[in-house]
């Protein structure tokens, strides 16, 4: 018989979550005005609010931060740092950031200026509202498949090339650069082929431009490519992640994710004038050169954590327990973003509660009442994140509306998953009694999911 799968872990520590009873979310929701953000994390039992800086290290990297180096110039867990990248990546010029957008804040500082258009396939939240802040445009050109929550397409994370010359056709010289999002996060944890890779960066040699991946989850990119792609099944996730950079100028990274730790990012490039621009701006925002807002022992933690993660094994454990999660919901019917991502199920909101107005937020609305029955926060990736129109100042409805369940890496059991998918069909066998959503009492021109107050429409 064969052996059942399991994970490429045991545990070494445990950290006591808690149960509540309904009245007492009832009265927590309220006081968070109905934004999960605004909930304290002690009054949640299953955490599914993101997968970033979330994760379980290891006992290698907790041993490594007792090897950090603070010192403020020349640290060597900076070069520790960027000898690992440069061996993964190939990029030569490393500079460490606090962060993911304070890398993308450091880079677009310098790449960036107002009237620009950024092409990209459905740029993260942070990444849009550093482009949009300095009046420039991020343009979507992701594959139309993305859009159809029920169908199968094994890199639905994909840039549609016919949109991206088209785009570089218009735009020509105000287009500093594509960005090229693994996995992508906005269409659900969805990855972006090799091949489509190589396309995009055929074309942008066409017209000259420069690409850069955002990277915070291109170790599960690499997973997908190899046990999706043909071609790829016989190489390392090593050999895959160096050939994906290969085919790009530079990156952003959001170490929080991929790195496995709680706290870090990076910029990471080929180009000397590319790191001589961005080094002016990571001075002021960030820090010195060699440690950028990162503390020398979370460098060395971030050099293990980025070795381990681009193991085949961490990453089956990692993302076979996301697809464990679908089958469930599959049982109870639960429409999601299909295929299961790599690191989220995105639950297709607007295919669960039709009976809540769009100008109600049923994504929103779907978040709270699981939370309500059960104490799991999950997280609004719809019309509230999707912000207004810079212009017309309306809010975009054009999209996808979706209640994402991000799994953080090495944290939970499938006992937590069991209890996420049953609570999550108890509030699907009540949708149709579900017919009011919630309205925006207060919000902020950029990001305004994080600190929004909303109210349940009576
Ligand atoms: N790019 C992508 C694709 C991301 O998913 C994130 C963060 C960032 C950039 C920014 O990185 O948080 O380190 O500043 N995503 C988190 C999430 C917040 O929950 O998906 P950061």
């Known amino acids: 018989m064969e052996l059942p799968f399991a994970e490429s872990w045991k545990i070494k520590m445990v950290e006591p979550i808690r149960k509540s009873t309904r009245a007492e979310r009832e009265q927590w929701m309220k006081e968070a005005h109905y934004n999960v953000f605004q909930l304290k994390a002690e009054h949640v039992y299953i955490d599914c609010i993101t997968d970033s800086g979330t994760g379980s290290m290891s006992d290698r990297q907790w041993a490594a931060m007792m090897m950090g180096d603070e010192s403020y110039a020349g640290a060597s867990s900076f070069f520790r740092l960027k000898d690992t990248i440069t061996r993964l990546t190939g990029f030569e010029y490393v500079i460490p950031t606090h962060q993911g957008r304070a890398a993308e804040n450091v880079l677009f500082s310098h790449m960036v200026k107002a009237g620009d258009v950024v092409p990209g396939n459905s740029h993260f939240d942070t990444t849009k509202g550093h482009i ?38 218009q735009y020509g010289n105000k287009v500093p650069f594509i960005i090229v999002t693994i996995t992508n996060n906005t269409a659900g944890g969805q990855p972006v082929s090799m091949q489509n ?113 681009t193991e085949f ?55 709270v009442e699981l939370y309500l029955e059960a104490g799991i926060r999950g997280c609004e990736i719809g019309y509230i994140l999707a912000d207004r129109d810079p212009v017309t100042r309306e809010n975009r409805f054009g999209g996808l509306d979706l209640l994402r369940l991000a799994i953080p890496r090495r944290v939970y059991t499938n006992n937590h998953m069991d209890v996420i998918a049953v609570a999550l069909k108890n509030v699907y066998d009540r949708r149709e009694s579900i017919t009011k959503g919630v309205r925006i009492v207060w919000e902020t021109e950029l990001m305004r999911h994080f600190t929004v107050q909303l109210e349940p429409v009576k």
Request: aromatic share 10%.
């Open 197 to 309: 890779l190589r396309d995009v960066r055929a074309i942008a040699d066409r017209f000259g431009k420069f690409v850069i991946f955002d990277s915070a989850r291109f170790a599960e990119n690499a997973y997908f490519i190899k046990v999706r792609e043909e071609g790829y099944a016989d190489k390392t996730i090593k050999e895959i992640v160096k050939e994906m950079f290969s085919l790009a100028d530079g990156m952003t990274m959001s170490a929080k994710k991929d790195g496995i730790v709680n706290m870090g990012g990076f910029i990471a490039t080929r180009h000397e004038s590319i790191y001589e621009g961005a080094k002016r701006f990571c001075i002021p925002f960030e820090g010195y050169l060699t440690y950028g807002g990162m503390n020398g022992r979370d460098m060395d933690a971030l050099a293990v954590g980025l070795d381990e993660n």
């Open 132 to 169: 949009e802040s300095r009046k420039a445009f991020a343009l979507d050109c992701i594959i139309d498949e993305a859009k159809d929550t029920q169908l199968e397409h094994p890199f639905k994370g994909n840039v549609d090339p016919v949109k991206l010359e088209k785009a570089l056709e």
């Open 313 to 367: 094994d961490n990453l089956e454990t990692r993302i076979k327990q996301v697809e464990y999660l679908a089958k469930r919901l599959d049982e109870y019917g639960i429409p999601y973003q299909r295929p299961a991502g790599g690191h989220a199920i995105f639950v297709d909101a607007s295919k669960i509660l039709t009976h809540v107005p769009k100008e109600q937020f049923p994504a929103q609305t779907l978040t």
